[in-house]
């Protein structure tokens, strides 16, 4: 196979051709009304503020198009493909292009976190994008989710073994098979692992609520405000930020809202789960003013040619994720990729 055949997944920071999102509309999820119109109402303030940048298509069904509508920006597209949650990362198409910009579709098959969560639909709807697109899925032979690796788009990845080395995604594989299948399904050449959490949330410990990459070499992650050895995610943070540092990338650390609006202990404050699309970052505040001026600050540090777009999206936070788990980006068709040396490979 020629260099120009390989597929690679391009990191989120080069031009998008559009954003996939998916309407919330299941009552087996969320069964309280008014906290599912809260959440849509996020969502939809979530596209529409992305829609200032780029196209935004929703996917729901067709019986839910009006009742979207009715919240959502003319420039969102509605598609009829039904969604039962929101999680576009984690159920999505994960865009790949090749050397000579084909596009294609990686397919890492989603099982609701590990049979963690009911559905129908969600589990189809990489595959509708992919026909409605007429473009080719790609087999990974993985069970997971996007939202449980990062990519640098030039070579390397990061993720937490909890949510992929895990009898209730991929039973039977071993971590050094299930990183040869990473590394082929994102067209990269080496990981760096940390041990993460197992059983604690229902990702196992997603990747990208922790650290993101922001270019070659650059993470930015989201680390707890005041340490506590007692909890099992503030221990696993450290191990991943120790792990990264370790492997010779640039670490730009930024404190966990200490003062938040929502002071539930479950509630999910990450100001690393942001979403680069053209010309924007679309990134959470939490309403402490301290940390959510110094999270601006820090994008506008690794991406000081793009517009930072702060927003309440609490509902979100309440179920665990954030605006990176709610996008899905189709990077445009045309994009070369260039994979070079990682860190590792130079060191």
């Not at 969604?83 to 990362?89: K, V």
């Not at 990061?158 to 040869?180: F, Y």
């Not at 340490?227 to 930024?254: E, M, N, Q, W, Y």
């Not at 539930?264 to 970052?281: E, L, M, P, Q, R």
Request: hydrophobic share 40%.
């Amino acid at each position: 196979m020629s260099d120009t055949e390989i597929y690679h997944v391009p990191p989120e920071e080069h031009h998008h051709d559009r954003t996939f999102m998916q309407w919330p509309v299941s009552r087996i999820v969320h069964p309280d009304p008014a906290f599912l119109d809260m959440v849509q109402q996020t969502i939809a303030g979530i596209a529409n503020a992305i829609s200032r940048f780029e196209p935004v298509v929703m996917l729901a069904e067709k019986a839910h198009h009006g009742s979207a509508r009715a919240r959502l920006s003319e420039s969102v597209e509605l598609w009829d493909i039904p969604a039962e949650d929101l999680w576009c990362r984690d159920s999505g198409p994960l865009f790949v292009i090749d050397g000579a910009g084909r596009i294609a579709i990686s397919q890492i098959e989603f099982n609701g976190w590990g049979n963690k969560q009911l559905h129908k639909h969600d589990a189809r709807i990489a595959g509708q994008v992919a026909e409605q697109l007429g473009l080719e899925m790609i087999p990974s032979g993985l069970v997971g989710e996007p939202g449980g690796v990062e990519q640098d788009g030039s070579g390397l990845l990061m993720a937490h073994e909890s949510c992929w080395v895990n009898e209730n995604r991929n039973p039977g594989l071993t971590r050094d098979e299930i990183e040869r299948r990473l590394l082929a399904a994102y067209g990269a050449r080496s990981m760096i692992w940390s041990e993460g959490v197992r059983g604690l949330d229902i990702t196992d410990y997603h990747i990208d609520s922790l650290a993101r990459f922001t270019g070659k070499g650059r993470v930015l992650i989201n680390l707890p405000s005041k340490f506590d050895s007692g909890d099992p995610f503030h221990v696993a943070a450290r191990k991943t930020h120790d792990a990264l540092a370790k492997a010779g990338l640039t670490v730009d650390a930024i404190p966990e809202p200490g003062n938040p609006r929502n002071r539930d202990a479950d509630f999910v404050a990450s100001y690393a789960n942001f979403y680069v699309c053209n010309g924007g970052v679309i990134a959470a505040s939490f309403g402490d003013d301290i940390t959510d001026e110094l999270a601006v600050n820090a994008l506008k540090r690794h991406y000081p040619d793009r517009e930072i777009v702060s927003l309440n999206v609490d509902p979100l936070g309440e179920m665990g994720g954030g605006i990176h788990c709610a996008t899905q980006q189709m990077p445009t068709a045309a994009t070369k990729l260039s994979i070079e040396p990682t860190p590792q490979e130079l060191a």
